[in-house]
């Protein structure tokens, strides 16, 4: 079965301050792991994922995230975070051979960047 | 990528009544999912949606509390049915993008059921 930890319920980081958010997962085979924020009363947006190729993964509003196999993980991560970027961040996971190709998220974890 | 315009995005609704939502994609998708989410909370998948076939429901949903339509590859619609203050909660749904492995959201439905 397919699985996300995010063991982060909320992560507190003064603006200008490099910010990481953790997750790890547990998949059967290989897997798509994907990052989501979502502000207030929104929807989800998507940041970025990881199918395969370069561990290392850019996505949207200057964030990035490593793939790591042999830990499982793939954690967030900004060189400096701004106070807009205060908001609930998810994890997903996706196993690449799941019949359904059904996202399975993480608990969520919650931003707050300070000035 | 795929841009998914969803309605209502909030609704009060009376116990016992029902509430369809709509989501509809910008171009065609093979896989729709429907999540539901508490405020704050994480998303827990309700049913996959796709076109042509009977949706497919997670442990803990039925198709008699919440049926699904998919008649097209841009359209879908989650029904959530004989209402109770329990179903307040925020519902989205989801396209997966068949090129590019992406999956997109509607911008939610805020339900309360008084």
């Not at chain 1, 961040?89 to 019949?99: D, I, K, L, M, P």
């Not at chain 2, 539901?36 to 796709?50: D, E, W």
Request: aromatic fraction near 12%; glycine fraction near 6%.
């Amino acid at each position: 079965a397919q699985s996300v930890a995010q063991p982060e319920d909320q992560v507190n980081v003064a603006e200008g301050n490099p910010l990481t958010v953790k997750c790890t997962y547990s998949v059967s085979g290989n897997p798509y792991l994907f990052w989501y924020v979502q502000y207030p009363n929104r929807g989800l947006q998507f940041l970025l994922k990881y199918i395969t190729g370069d561990n290392l993964v850019k996505g949207s509003y200057g964030f990035e995230a490593e793939f790591n196999k042999s830990q499982t993980s793939f954690h967030l991560k900004k060189p400096s975070a701004l106070v807009s970027d205060s908001a609930l961040y998810f994890c997903a996971v996706r196993a690449s051979n799941t019949g359904f190709q059904k996202l399975v998220f993480g608990t969520g974890t919650r931003l707050l960047v300070s000035p | 990528s795929a841009v998914i315009s969803q309605k209502p995005s909030r609704d009060i609704c009376q116990r016992g009544t029902s509430l369809t939502i709509q989501c509809q994609v910008d171009s065609q998708v093979t896989m729709m999912f429907w999540y539901r989410q508490q405020p704050g909370q994480s998303l827990t998948l309700i049913a996959t949606a796709n076109q042509g076939s009977e949706a497919t429901y997670e442990s803990g949903f039925v198709i008699d509390k919440f049926p699904i339509s998919r008649p097209n590859l841009t359209f879908s619609t989650l029904t959530v049915s004989n209402m109770s203050p329990e179903d307040s909660s925020i519902y989205l749904c989801s396209a997966r993008q068949d090129t590019n492995y992406g999956y997109t959201f509607g911008s939610g439905t805020r339900l309360t059921v008084v």
